[in-house]
């Protein structure tokens, strides 16, 4: 009779088709995709193991987060069901689910060249992504991998896991991407100027938020992972004028996108707000656009890494920036960018800022190290100059050196909102509060379209702060911590502006929140400890620990 304790060995072949093999050679493999992704999620996690949340986002992103848990409990089920007696194998907790390191053996072997988790279809926009970054891995990085391979107590049955080939040559870069930009025929100055002005804002931040080719004449048709957009002007009365864009597949012609802008002034400038909002808005659409296509096409491409990873940034959620981590990473091996070396920087800072538990000073180093080399390599970009201005103000407490950085940024992209939030939050530090919180104001409309526009709120409550309108200072807070309910900053300042407001059941349900995201958090540390990182509502003096302090802990 087999001794029960090997009921739990099991081998998971993740090269060629997903199997799942008890220590008999039965095939236990589930039969569901999302099952199966499941499985795969958790044996190339470190220690077999992954937070619940983390699961739920890669396999059912699509789906608010009670349904994304049922659905997370009813593939557990499935997966006990389809393992049978060795179902001991799984481990799960209320935070955390995972597999026993000492019954599971990863077969990661690259014999024969096969494709990792071959014709795997889950079906979810974050999975796919999961996906072609572990089978770029997979192909150029097998000694790094050695890691995942996990061997049980007995041998299983099957031939012997062979040792990791030695990696491929490297992939590059071949998807790429560009946009023609074409102007309409007008004859009318006033017109010409209008298209010519948008095209230049457009262009120059395609370039230089998304490192993306850009041609300003027709190209020949067909020109694949390519977008050709077309801009028009027009006059629709006396004193109105309004941009027509048209965005269309540049291989089908299958229109993509098209929108008009709002009413433009006669005689705009490169700066003129309706006429920059509307470029970043269609920024922002090229960049999506170019993202689908290019990431259905196979290859990798560092475009459509780095847009991963910088929506990754923005939710400030622990897991999903050391995701992030690893898309810039990758992202910068595939093609170098001062830009990508920034972001690396800037999320060190946020790490930092945010109190996600890794070694400040670390942080500090890393993050100054990673600035200097994208300086190197990109001392003309506008986005790498606002994020090492960002970088100067936060970690050197160095607001002259951020401001220089954050002027030269303005002056190399005047359309660009990071830019001219890095130059007020420079004068934030600075002591300079009436121009801090007027260009936030400004940051608050041409950055409408940002993806990452909940940390304009929170540049203006600061400066609102600052300036003594606690109620617009609240209200950014808030409208902040709606959009990023991983906001550590926002929930602490919404706890200590509604207690100054008066509104103890508003901050206490704050209070509570951050409690959930940061464990260590204390309303004694937020109303004493000068450490703790509310430092602008103790220079507005509106820190009012009385009032924190009757609110009781979360």
């Keep these: 009779m087999r001794d029960s304790a090997e009921d739990g060995l099991l081998r998971l072949s993740l090269s060629g088709r997903f199997r799942v093999t008890a220590a008999d050679g039965t095939d236990l493999t589930p039969k569901g995709a999302k099952v199966q992704g499941l499985l795969a999620l958790l044996a190339t996690s470190p220690d077999l193991c992954r937070n619940r949340r983390w699961l739920e986002d890669k396999l059912w992103s699509d789906r608010g987060t009670d349904q994304a848990s049922a659905s997370l409990r009813q593939a557990l089920t499935e997966l006990r069901r389809s393992l049978g007696t060795s179902h001991a194998v799984l481990t799960s907790d209320r935070q955390k689910i995972g597999l026993r390191r000492d019954r599971v053996q990863v077969d990661l072997s690259t014999t024969g060249d096969p494709e990792f988790l071959e014709g795997l279809d889950v079906r979810d926009p974050e999975f796919e992504s999961w996906l072609r970054h572990e089978r770029h891995r997979y192909?150029?990085?097998?000694p790094i991998r050695a890691d995942l391979w996990h061997v049980a107590g007995p041998a299983l049955a099957g031939p012997a896991l062979p040792a990791p080939a030695a990696p491929h040559a490297r992939r590059t870069d071949r998807a790429t991407a560009s946009v023609v930009l074409q102007k309409s025929r007008n004859t009318a100055d006033g017109l010409a100027l209008m298209e010519d002005l948008f095209i230049d804002a457009v262009a120059l931040s395609l370039r230089e938020a998304?490192?993306?080719?850009?041609?300003?004449?027709?190209?020949?048709?067909?020109?694949?992972?390519?977008?050709?957009?077309?801009?028009?002007?027009?006059?629709?009365?006396?004193?109105?004028?309004?941009?027509?864009?048209?965005?269309?597949?540049?291989?089908?012609?299958?229109?993509?996108?098209?929108?008009?802008?709002?009413?433009?002034?006669?005689?705009?400038?490169?700066?003129?707000?309706?006429?920059?909002?509307?470029?970043?808005?269609?920024?922002?659409?090229?960049?999506?656009?170019?993202?689908?296509?290019?990431?259905?096409?196979?290859?990798?491409?560092?475009?459509?890494?780095?847009?991963?990873?910088?929506?990754?940034?923005?939710?400030?959620?622990?897991?999903?920036?050391?995701?992030?981590?690893?898309?810039?990473?990758?992202a910068d091996e595939i093609r170098p960018q001062g830009l990508t070396l920034?972001?690396?920087?800037?999320?060190?800072?946020?790490?930092?800022?945010?109190?996600?538990?890794?070694?400040?000073?670390?942080?500090?180093?890393?993050?100054?190290?990673?600035?200097?080399?994208?300086?190197?390599?990109?001392?003309?970009?506008?986005?790498?100059?606002?994020?090492?201005?960002?970088?100067?103000?936060?970690?050197?407490?160095?607001?002259?050196?951020?401001?220089?950085?954050?002027?030269?940024?303005?002056?190399?992209?005047?359309?660009?909102?990071?830019?001219w939030d890095s130059l007020s939050y420079a004068h934030l530090h600075a002591g300079r509060i009436e121009e801090a919180h007027r260009i936030s104001m400004k940051v608050q409309t041409i950055g409408a379209a940002a993806p990452n526009r909940f940390w304009w709120d929170m540049g203006l409550c600061l400066t609102a702060a600052l300036t003594g309108d606690l109620d617009l200072a609240l209200t950014m807070a808030r409208t902040a911590a709606s959009d990023s309910p991983d906001f550590r900053a926002a929930q602490r300042y919404v706890v200590a502006l509604g207690a100054a407001a008066d509104q103890p059941g508003l901050a206490l349900a704050a209070a509570r929140r951050l409690k959930a995201l940061e464990p260590d958090f204390t309303m004694d540390a937020l109303a004493h400890n000068p450490a703790y990182p509310v430092g602008v509502l103790r220079r507005a003096g509106l820190l009012r620990s009385d009032r924190i302090r009757a609110l009781g802990e979360p």
Excluded at 139 to 142: E, F, G, P, Q, V
Excluded at 229 to 238: D, H, L, R
Aim: proline residues 5%.
């Design 139 to 142: 192909l150029t990085d097998a």
């Design 342 to 419: 920034a972001r690396r920087g800037q999320l060190r800072v946020l790490q930092m800022v945010e109190r996600h538990g890794s070694d400040a000073q670390t942080l500090r180093d890393e993050a100054r190290a990673l600035c200097g080399k994208a300086m190197e390599r990109e001392p003309n970009n506008s986005m790498v100059l606002a994020v090492l201005s960002y970088v100067r103000c936060a970690i050197d407490d160095s607001p002259l050196a951020g401001a220089e950085l954050a002027q030269r940024s303005v002056r190399l992209n005047p359309g660009n909102p990071l830019a």
């Design 210 to 330: 998304l490192g993306i080719t850009v041609f300003t004449r027709r190209q020949t048709p067909g020109l694949p992972n390519s977008i050709a957009v077309t801009v028009q002007a027009m006059a629709a009365g006396p004193g109105e004028r309004f941009l027509r864009v048209r965005a269309e597949d540049g291989a089908t012609g299958q229109v993509l996108w098209s929108g008009r802008s709002m009413a433009l002034p006669t005689d705009p400038t490169p700066e003129a707000t309706a006429l920059t909002l509307f470029a970043n808005q269609v920024v922002e659409v090229l960049g999506d656009a170019l993202s689908l296509e290019l990431g259905g096409a196979g290859d990798l491409n560092a475009m459509v890494l780095q847009r991963l990873a910088v929506r990754k940034i923005w939710t400030l959620d622990p897991l999903r920036l050391a995701e992030a981590e690893t898309l810039l990473t990758l």
